[in-house]
């Protein structure tokens, strides 16, 4: 099972007895706003026991067009990487 925007926002609910729905909502929200902006202006997110997600940027490279075998140029991107915290890891090995 994939866990949803909406998943979160109930268990916030759920596990904070003094929060409404409402304000679960927008705490969730927020949240994710504030991950989304430290990211897209290219800074690393550190969140202790969890993980860093970096921001890396790729440079333009040959690339091919797999149905017509055309060579291409493709684009320099931005592309982001998690590497999970050692915490983490063991939680999911066992």
Do not use: C, W
């Not at 929060?19 to 800074?43: C, N, P, R, W, Y």
């Not at 690393?44 to 055309?70: A, E, H, I, Y």
């Amino acid at each position: 099972m994939t866990l949803t925007k909406a998943n979160l926002v109930q268990e916030v609910y759920q596990q904070h007895p003094g929060l409404t729905k409402a304000q679960a909502t927008d705490s969730v929200e927020t949240f994710i706003t504030l991950v989304k902006d430290s990211l897209i202006s290219g800074e690393d997110l550190l969140l202790s026991g969890f993980g860093k997600f970096n921001v890396k940027d790729k440079r333009p490279r040959r690339g091919r067009n797999p149905q017509t075998g055309d060579e291409l140029i493709l684009d320099a991107r931005r592309v982001i990487t998690f590497k999970p915290s050692g915490i983490l890891r063991n939680k999911i090995n066992g």
